[in-house]
């Protein structure tokens, strides 16, 4: 079977109900009645289990992380309001002031800036480091790092990070491994390469239409035994982990970030992401095939393509053993110059100049310009952010129509 197929049936299986409504119910309430306060007690210590204010959980929203958590074959997940909100809560229920965190990758512009600008105002400092750097990135290790972060696709360099070689020098160091696996739902399965904790921006290609910002964090098991959240580096959790067992990073996340910071789903957000994940595995490897047509296409008429199925990439051998199901929707254009790159958005008659990638109609934006305009000529240079290029999100339309398209944009 397709590796697409099988969630297929899982999704719409799992999403409709078989008694009464269908579709979802979308549970519209804040807050929720206890009956008396033998229940209330019980509520809140955890033995009943029942929803004690959407802040800390919602059903609509408990049905999309039970999904989510099945997908990436994680022991639970916690829907967040945006993806830089489930970024955020993962990271933020792990560390404190003085904690040191590895970045590796990409990078989107928002996490480097959580990065570079708030977390550092806290006293948590991030060193970044490209893909390839695994000696670099070996040796940045110290007694006070506690998160290395990581994208599954460098958003917007394109580069492919070894999941695998990353999460083996995590494991062997002790260091907890978050993937934002944003951009390869499905195609990549984060935990099962090693890593602890998966987050996503379920804005993109999960709801694949704009209707709906949201995110969701999926958390793996903790280990009846031997743990790395048990040893000394993570002493601060050690105290849900004793009385929460396998499921800890849940109550980790809820109490030391989701309670306090409120960067909580909402039902009708839920709800619409749910739609949206029903059709993932029928849109993402038509989207992936088109990618690989239409890169492939650009690159021999000319055009400056940046893309990993591509034979002159550095990841391209990456690509073919560890990316079997792609890699997203994203490529990128480099037209040199910022006039060249404006001239090309301003000809092209199908890609919609937006900010958003994964959406089920093909998206476009100059780089320089806007998400990181904000930026110091080196950090651009780190990023791979040059003057002419234009990210692409290619869509569902029929990839000859954005070739042709593009090619009449580049004239
Ligand atoms: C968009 C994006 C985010 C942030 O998600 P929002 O839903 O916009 O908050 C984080 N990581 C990646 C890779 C993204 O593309």
Redesign the pocket.
């Known amino acids: 079977m397709n590796h697409f197929e099988e969630y297929c049936t899982k999704f719409v299986q799992s999403i409709g109900n078989k008694d009464g409504a269908v579709s979802p119910e979308i549970t519209n309430s804040a807050s929720f009645a206890y009956v008396t306060p033998e229940n209330a007690e019980g509520i809140f210590d955890g033995s009943v289990k029942k929803p004690l204010y959407s802040r800390m959980g919602n059903p609509t929203t408990s049905k999309l992380e039970s999904i989510m958590a099945e997908m990436d074959a994680g022991i639970g997940a916690v829907a967040t309001s ?4 489930a ?1 955020s809560l993962a990271i933020m229920s792990i560390v404190s002031a003085g904690d040191e965190i590895i970045s590796i990758g ?1 990078l ?1 512009g ?2 480097y800036a959580l990065f570079s600008e708030t977390l550092s105002r806290f006293k948590i400092s991030t060193s970044f480091f490209d893909v390839d750097e695994l000696e670099n990135i070996k040796n940045a290790i110290t007694d006070k790092t506690k998160l290395i972060f990581l ?1 599954s696709v460098g ?1 917007p360099n394109m580069r492919l990070p070894d999941i695998k070689a990353i999460s083996k020098i995590a494991n062997e160091a002790g260091v907890a491994l978050i993937v ?1 696996n ?2 390869t739902p499905l195609s990549i399965s984060p935990l099962k390469l090693g890593a602890d904790i998966v987050v996503y ?1 379920t ?2 290609i999960i709801s694949g239409n704009s209707s709906a ?3 969701c964090v999926v958390f793996r098991a903790i280990n009846e035994d031997e743990d790395k959240f048990k040893t000394p580096r993570y002493k601060d959790l050690e105290k849900i982990i004793n009385k929460a067992g396998k499921i800890a990073l849940i109550p980790i996340a809820k109490k030391r970030a989701l309670r306090d910071l409120g960067m909580s789903a909402n039902a009708h957000a839920s709800y619409q992401t749910m739609l949206g994940l029903e059709t993932l595995p029928l849109r993402l490897p038509r989207i992936v095939k088109s990618v690989e047509i239409i890169a492939k296409e650009l690159d021999k008429q000319g055009l400056d393509i940046n893309h990993p199925s591509l034979s002159s990439h550095p990841h391209h051998e990456r690509y073919l053993s560890d990316y079997k199901n792609g890699c997203g929707t994203l490529l990128t254009i480099d037209m040199q110059t910022k006039e060249a790159a404006f001239k090309f958005l301003n000809k092209t008659k199908l890609a919609t100049i937006t900010a958003n ?1 994964g959406d089920s109609r093909t998206l476009a934006l100059h780089m320089s310009s806007t998400i990181y305009s904000d930026f110091d000529d080196e950090t651009k240079t780190f990023l791979g952010i040059t003057d002419g290029l234009i990210r692409i999100s290619i869509g569902l339309e029929n990839p000859q129509d954005i070739i042709d398209d593009f090619l009449n944009a580049a004239k």
């Open positions: 945006s993806g830089m909100g970024s990409g989107f928002g996490t994208e958003n934002d944003t951009i921006s804005t993109k910002l949201g995110g990638i």
